[in-house]
């Protein structure tokens, strides 16, 4: 096995440098041997553009005041506005959104979008604070953020622990600021504000749309897949569904409570309506408890990975008794785990293609807002499904044209698009 060796910038630590932003630039620098990039611009392409730090100081119903970190990270704007979403957790930092951010460039690019990527949050812990609190802190960040965001600046979305409301929020407090009305200044809206449909289920739908295209790749039906599902939130639940609803035998799932395992087949729609009655999957009384580690582990065709970043890492890559992987969160597997499959020759549906579901749906969202004029599910579906097969036929094509993995390939498309828009643009001044 290839020894995969982390990829620092040569001006010394930076502040963004963390474990994960390692693993996006050193997956970077992987792929860009295949990529036939200029040095000029492969060295712009290594840092974000913009980074910004704030301060989010909010009265909590106590009376108390405390203030959170906010980030925002710009990765590239060669494409178009930068487009990212928005996450509320207490692990936040300003190098796992400068990580995410480039991801979220390779992935736009790969999709052909007119956007660069983006990420931001607030290190916070949401569990924790009523809905009046997360209102008020979101209409603050919004605040901070107005500088460098904007229909054609920079989009966000919702992320972890971030939603519709979460959205509306912030859609408002920037329409206050502005004067009108400007549902196009994030996505992932209500309805009601110009949101569009599908969105919500965009993410886990187009995970399952990426994987029924692999197997019919590998002569595969998806009918008689033994599938494990690692999270059961907004992706991993949707996906699960959209799996069951094409045959597949769904027969593992997990979220923050543990695992749940039976051989036969989980009934999912009731999983789904009880999860969303209490909050959890913790109180459900059928099939066998496991934890989210030996989840990983259970022989299956198709796993997959809907939770959050390094889930499969040198320790566990070795025990995975999976046909093929599919990626529905971002970065959920390590470098070394990478090589590791890879040798095993157990195929990864990378996360800059497999759960572009999102984004895509954003993009629609945007120009559908832009335009005033709005489009029917079926009609988005139907969109959403050509988008994500052009790009996974491009990728697999170049897979076995240069011999690369699927994450190198998706990086490699990925890169070359930015690059050709830099190339001609040039570097101001």
Same mark, same amino acid.
Request: proline share 5%; aromatic share 6%; hydrophobic share 40%.
């Given at each position: 096995?290839?020894? #995969?060796?982390?990829?620092?910038?040569?001006?010394?630590?930076?502040?963004?440098? /963390?474990?994960?932003?390692?693993?996006?630039?050193?997956?970077?620098?992987?792929?860009?041997?295949?990529?036939?990039?200029?040095?000029?611009?492969?060295?712009?392409?290594?840092?974000?553009?913009?980074?910004?730090?704030?301060? #989010?100081?909010? @009265?909590?119903?106590?009376?108390?005041?405390?203030?959170?970190?906010?980030?925002?990270?710009?990765?590239?704007?060669?494409?178009?506005? /930068?487009?990212?979403?928005?996450?509320?957790?207490?692990?936040?930092?300003?190098?796992?959104?400068?990580?995410?951010?480039?991801?979220?460039?390779?992935?736009?690019?790969?999709?052909?979008?007119?956007?660069?990527?983006?990420?931001?949050?607030?290190?916070?812990?949401?569990?924790?604070?009523?809905?009046?609190?997360?209102?008020?802190?979101?209409?603050?960040?919004?605040?901070?953020?107005?500088?460098?965001?904007?229909?054609?600046?920079?989009?966000?979305?919702?992320?972890?622990?971030?939603?519709?409301?979460?959205?509306?929020?912030?859609?408002?407090?920037?329409?206050?600021?502005?004067?009108?009305?400007?549902?196009?200044?994030?996505?992932?809206?209500?309805?009601?504000?110009?949101?569009?449909?599908?969105?919500?289920?965009?993410?886990?739908?187009?995970?399952?749309?990426?994987?029924? @295209?692999?197997?019919?790749?590998?002569?595969?039906?998806?009918?008689?897949?033994?599938?494990?599902?690692?999270?059961?939130?907004?992706?991993?639940?949707?996906?699960?569904?959209?799996?069951?609803?094409?045959?597949?035998?769904?027969?593992?799932?997990?979220?923050?409570?543990?695992?749940?395992?039976?051989?036969?087949?989980?009934?999912?729609?009731?999983?789904?309506?009880?999860?969303?009655?209490?909050?959890?999957?913790?109180?459900?009384?059928?099939?066998?408890?496991?934890?989210?580690?030996?989840?990983?582990?259970?022989?299956?065709?198709?796993?997959?990975?809907?939770?959050?970043?390094?889930?499969?890492?040198?320790?566990?890559?070795?025990?995975?008794?999976?046909?093929?992987?599919?990626?529905?969160?971002?970065?959920?597997?390590?470098?070394?785990?990478?090589?590791?499959?890879?040798?095993?020759?157990?195929?990864?549906?990378?996360?800059?293609?497999?759960?572009?579901?999102?984004?895509?749906?954003?993009?629609?969202?945007?120009?559908?807002?832009?335009?005033?004029?709005?489009?029917?599910?079926?009609?988005?579906?139907?969109?959403?499904?050509?988008?994500?097969?052009?790009?996974?036929?491009?990728?697999?094509?170049?897979?076995?044209?240069?011999?690369?993995?699927?994450?190198?390939?998706?990086?490699?498309?990925?890169?070359?698009?930015?690059?050709?828009?830099?190339?001609?643009?040039?570097?101001?001044?």
């Amino acid at each position: 096995m290839a020894e #995969v060796q982390e990829v620092s910038p040569e001006h010394g630590h930076l502040e963004w440098e /963390t474990p994960l932003y390692r693993t996006a630039l050193a997956q970077y620098e992987l792929a860009l041997p295949y990529a036939d990039v200029e040095e000029f611009v492969a060295e712009r392409l290594r840092y974000p553009e913009r980074s910004l730090v704030v301060s #989010v100081p909010v @009265r909590l119903d106590s009376g108390k005041w405390t203030v959170f970190p906010g980030y925002r990270v710009q990765h590239s704007t060669v494409l178009g506005p /930068t487009k990212g979403g928005v996450r509320y957790d207490a692990e936040v930092t300003l190098g796992e959104c400068a990580a995410l951010a480039m991801w979220m460039t390779w992935k736009c690019a790969l999709l052909r979008l007119p956007y660069g990527g983006a990420k931001g949050g607030v290190r916070c812990n949401p569990k924790e604070m009523s809905l009046d609190e997360l209102r008020k802190m979101t209409r603050r960040f919004t605040s901070e953020l107005l500088p460098i965001i904007g229909p054609q600046k920079d989009i966000p979305a919702p992320d972890m622990a971030t939603n519709e409301q979460t959205m509306a929020w912030m859609m408002d407090t920037y329409s206050m600021e502005i004067g009108h009305a400007v549902p196009e200044i994030v996505t992932g809206k209500p309805i009601s504000l110009g949101g569009s449909l599908f969105r919500h289920e965009a993410t886990g739908a187009g995970v399952v749309m990426v994987i029924e @295209r692999a197997c019919r790749r590998l002569g595969w039906d998806l009918a008689d897949q033994r599938c494990v599902v690692q999270g059961f939130g907004n992706v991993g639940g949707i996906a699960a569904a959209e799996l069951d609803s094409k045959g597949a035998s769904v027969i593992a799932v997990s979220d923050v409570s543990g695992g749940l395992h039976d051989e036969g087949g989980l009934d999912v729609q009731s999983l789904l309506r009880f999860a969303e009655q209490h909050g959890s999957l913790a109180d459900w009384t059928e099939g066998d408890r496991l934890t989210n580690e030996e989840l990983l582990e259970l022989p299956c065709d198709i796993l997959v990975l809907a939770a959050r970043e390094d889930q499969i890492h040198a320790d566990n890559a070795h025990r995975l008794q999976a046909r093929l992987i599919a990626e529905g969160a971002n970065g959920p597997t390590s470098l070394e785990a990478d090589a590791i499959l890879a040798e095993r020759g157990i195929p990864v549906l990378p996360d800059v293609l497999t759960n572009a579901g999102g984004v895509t749906v954003s993009y629609f969202e945007w120009v559908q807002d832009l335009g005033r004029l709005f489009w029917d599910r079926r009609e988005i579906r139907a969109k959403l499904a050509e988008q994500l097969g052009d790009a996974f036929d491009r990728v697999w094509a170049l897979s076995e044209q240069k011999d690369l993995t699927l994450r190198s390939a998706a990086l490699v498309a990925g890169i070359r698009e930015v690059a050709g828009a830099l190339r001609s643009r040039g570097i101001y001044p």
